[in-house]
Every structure is written in C-alpha cells, then in structure tokens.
C-alpha cells in the first residue's frame, strides 16, 4: 500500500504532462484562430458596425441631422445608427455570446454609468410636477434618451472590442482623428468647411448651422467642423491627441515615429486652429499626464515641441498667438463666455440651494432660457444635485483606474493604450469644467469608447480578481 501511494502520483505526472502536451497545440491552434479573426481581418458584423458607429461621429456632422420623424424625443442621426447596433448585437450569432458576457458583467466602470443614469431618472421622477408645471419635463425627457444612448453604446462597445483589437481600432480613430483635424486647418485656412458643405446636405433633415463661418464677440472666425460648437471640435481633437503621442512613445522603427509624429502635429494645429483657449488646455492636460506616467520618454521628445510650434503656425497662421493672447490677464475678461461663466457662480445659488441632494430633474435645465453655463459641473449640481455630481465623476474615476492598472502591469502590448486611455479620460474630466460636455454628443460618445477601451483593457485582470 505504502509502495502503491507512493508510487502513484509519480507515475501519474509523465501522463499528465503527456496530456498537457497534446493538448497545447489544440489550444494555440484555437488562439492563432480567434487572433486571425480579430478586427479588420475579420467577417463579424459588430465590431464592423462599431467602426462605422465611429466613423459618423468623426466624419458626420449627425448632430445637425435631424430626421422627419415626430415625438417628443429628437432623433438625430445617432439614434437609428445606435439602433442598428444594438439589433445587429441582438439578432447576430455572436450577440448570443454578448448577450451572456453583458449579463454577468460586475465591472466598477459599468457600476458607474448604470449609477449615474440610474440618479439622473430618479431625479426626474421627484420632480416631475414642478417640470410638468414650469414646462420643462419634455426637457428632461429628451436629455435622458440622450444619457441612455451614451450608457447603450459604452455597454456594446465593451463588449464588442477584443483585447487584441484595441491597437488597431485606436489607430482607425487616429486616422479619422487626422481627417478632422486637417479639414478645421482647411476651413480655417480656405474658409470652407467639407462636413457641413458636403457631408451633411447629403442627409435629409439636415440643418446647416446658422451662423457658420461667422465671428465671434472678440473677432475670432468660428471654426465648426463637424459639429455645431467650436469648443466641441477642439475636445474631440483633444480626446484623440494622447494616443497619436502614446502610438509615437511604442513605435520602434523611424518611419513609424515620424508617422505619428506628423499626426500629433496636425492634430495639434487642428485644434489651435479653433482660437479657443480650450485648444490648448486640452492638449496640455494630455501631455502633462503623459509626462507624469513617461517622464523620461515625453523628455526624448522636447524637440518635437519646437516642430509643432513651427508647422502649427505654418498650417494656421495667427492661430497659436491668438489663442496664447487670450490667456493674457488683460484679455481674458474681454471674452463674453469668461465673463458669463464668472457671474454664474452667484447667479445658480439659489437653484442649487432649492434641490441640493437630487438637483431640478436631468437636462431640465435650459441654458437658452436662463443662462449659458459653460460649465458640466454647474449644469449637473443644477439638474441632479450633488449625488448626481458624485455619480458624474465616479464613472471618470473607475474608467481612469482601470487604465491606471494596465499601464503599471507594464503588459508592452496593452500599457500603450491605457496610457492614451488615461490621458484622454483626464481631459475630458478637466474640459467638462469649461463646456457642457454632455450637450455635445460627439465628446460623450467618444468618452465612452475611450472609457470600452479602458475596460477591455483590463478586463482579464477584473475577472481574475473577482473569481
């Protein structure tokens, strides 16, 4: 007996490893399989659809579409794209898979969006009288169809996306990044802007901004792009600017440096080419978490800088002067938007003092009317109160720790990307406090892929520590 423990497991082990070493190639195999399946190689619908989901909100100006269709909800070109989405996630084959993973998802960052989506109906529903009263419920309706769309599309895109597929839909993003960047430097330069003079005409039920290619109260051309704010265009370029320079920190080849070099550049001139202060905020704030994550590789590209200034000034000329001109303490009160935001301060405290904890009701809060606040934070204190701003920031939080985890796991293949991930997700923290954020629907739908990205990312490491 004794002889016959003994020996046992002994002999069990060669066939054990015997067994591990038939079954390794069945498992490369599958692997080799699925990478060759990956995003764009690959005839999956969803990530294809999600691509092209992407694609509008870069290359369309949807926002200024809108369609025949009546309701008290306004239906811009988003909501049927994301509609289709959603049924190609449903009906598909992988969707049955989807459908299962979105099911037993217990990540913080989903936590967050359904919290604070969660927060902004409620708010809505203890308010719905004094909103059916004053006229504002359709308001708030409309503002949290909105919300749920944003919720939707992080849920599917987080999904949808591989691991292995991050790489190459960031670089897909860079490239449609670029276009836009390139067609602001050309309305800026030419004084013809191809979304809303080509693009958009094509769609029915399309709106051509009213005062496109007008000046604004200090002599600034307004420089739209495709969307209906210039501060709007200039955070989306700004969203994007972190991962053209984190793709720039990996590459190991020359040609590939000076590649992403050029788009960073562009993407840089892009954004000057706005004139507005938010164009260099947003880039600065990317760089100085680049910087706090790379010190010594963002060091390796100082003379980069001098480069930029150069080929931004050449790409839009004045643009850089006039946007360092606003930052001047003489001229910074001289902007109608500066000053209006100052006075807004004192102005809310009587609305947030009226419904501190739950706020008035989501969205239910019309700027147009009262006052223009420029401001996320202000807007949100106003419409779900400070839970609701908690709740706001909470999903900044988690999506900005889980990138946070990828980059200090040092994965060479994943860090990167988390790395744009978390300067992106910091800038779009820093700029909700100058623009309304959740106005402009291009700037949360590009958060939310960031904030997928974020997710997918570490994803593997959530699902360790959870089991």
């Known amino acids: 007996m004794e002889a016959t423990t003994g020996v046992g497991p002994l002999v069990g082990r060669p066939a054990e490893r015997r067994g591990s070493s038939r079954r390794q190639p069945d498992v490369l195999a599958r692997a080799a399989a699925r990478h060759a399946a990956d995003w764009p190689r690959t005839t999956r619908l969803l990530p294809w659809a999600l691509f092209g989901f992407m694609a509008m909100i870069w290359l369309v100006p949807f926002d200024s579409v809108l369609l025949p269709v009546g309701g008290p909800i306004d239906i811009t070109l988003d909501r049927p794209a994301l509609v289709v989405l959603v049924g190609i996630w449903l009906l598909g084959a992988e969707g049955a898979g989807l459908r299962h993973k979105v099911r037993t998802i217990r990540s913080p960052i989903h936590w967050a969006f359904a919290i604070f989506i969660a927060v902004a109906i409620v708010s809505v529903l203890l308010r719905g009288e004094l909103l059916v009263r004053v006229g504002d419920l359709e308001l708030a309706?409309?503002?949290?169809?909105?919300?749920?769309?944003?919720?939707?599309?992080?849920?599917?895109?987080?999904?949808?996306?591989?691991?292995?597929?991050?790489?190459?839909?960031?670089?897909?993003?860079?490239?449609?990044?670029?276009?836009?960047?390139?067609?602001?430097?050309?309305?800026?330069?030419?004084?013809f802007n191809p979304f809303h003079d080509w693009i958009g005409p094509l769609f029915p039920g399309y709106i051509r901004p009213a005062d496109l290619g007008a000046t604004d109260s200090i002599g600034r051309r307004l420089m739209y792009g495709?969307?209906?704010?210039?501060?709007?265009?200039?955070?989306?370029?700004?969203?994007?600017?972190?991962?053209?320079?984190?793709?720039?920190?990996?590459?190991?080849?020359?040609?590939?440096?000076?590649?992403?070099?050029?788009?960073?550049?562009?993407?840089?001139?892009?954004?000057?080419?706005?004139?507005?202060?938010?164009?260099?905020?947003?880039?600065?704030?990317?760089?100085?978490?680049?910087?706090?994550?790379?010190?010594?590789?963002?060091?390796?590209?100082?003379?980069?800088?001098?480069?930029?200034i150069a080929v931004a000034h050449f790409a839009a000329p004045g643009a850089l002067g006039s946007v360092i001109d606003q930052f001047n303490p003489g001229a910074v009160d001289q902007v109608n938007t500066t000053k209006?935001?100052?006075?807004?301060?004192?102005?809310?405290?009587?609305?947030?003092?009226?419904?501190?904890?739950?706020?008035?009701?989501?969205?239910?809060?019309?700027?147009?009317?009262?006052?223009?606040?420029?401001?996320?934070?202000?807007?949100?204190?106003?419409?779900?109160?400070?839970?609701?701003?908690?709740?706001?920031?909470?999903?900044?939080?988690?999506?900005?720790?889980?990138a946070h985890r990828v980059i200090r796991f040092g994965d060479p293949d994943r860090a990167p990307p988390a790395l744009g991930a978390a300067a992106a997700i910091t800038v779009a923290l820093v700029t909700s406090a100058v623009l309304d954020f959740l106005s402009f629907p291009q700037l949360p739908y590009i958060f939310c892929f960031v904030a997928a990205i974020s997710y997918v990312l570490g994803r593997e490491r959530l699902e360790r520590e959870i089991s």
């Open 340 to 402: 209006d935001r100052v006075s807004d301060y004192e102005a809310i405290k009587p609305d947030i003092a009226a419904h501190p904890v739950f706020g008035r009701g989501y969205g239910s809060y019309e700027q147009k009317e009262h006052r223009i606040l420029d401001n996320e934070y202000l807007g949100l204190v106003i419409g779900v109160g400070l839970v609701g701003v908690l709740a706001y920031l909470a999903v900044f939080a988690t999506s900005f720790l889980s």
């Open 141 to 191: 309706v409309r503002a949290l169809a909105l919300l749920v769309s944003y919720g939707v599309f992080f849920a599917l895109a987080a999904a949808i996306i591989r691991p292995a597929e991050v790489p190459k839909m960031v670089t897909a993003i860079l490239v449609m990044a670029s276009i836009t960047a390139l067609a602001v430097v050309l309305e800026y330069r030419f004084g």
């Open 226 to 308: 495709p969307t209906v704010q210039p501060l709007a265009v200039a955070v989306m370029i700004s969203l994007a600017l972190p991962f053209a320079v984190s793709w720039m920190l990996r590459s190991e080849e020359r040609r590939q440096r000076w590649l992403y070099g050029a788009m960073v550049v562009l993407l840089v001139a892009g954004a000057l080419a706005t004139q507005k202060k938010t164009s260099m905020v947003g880039p600065l704030v990317a760089v100085l978490v680049l910087i706090a994550y790379r010190p010594r590789q963002m060091l390796r590209l100082a003379p980069l800088a001098v480069a930029l």
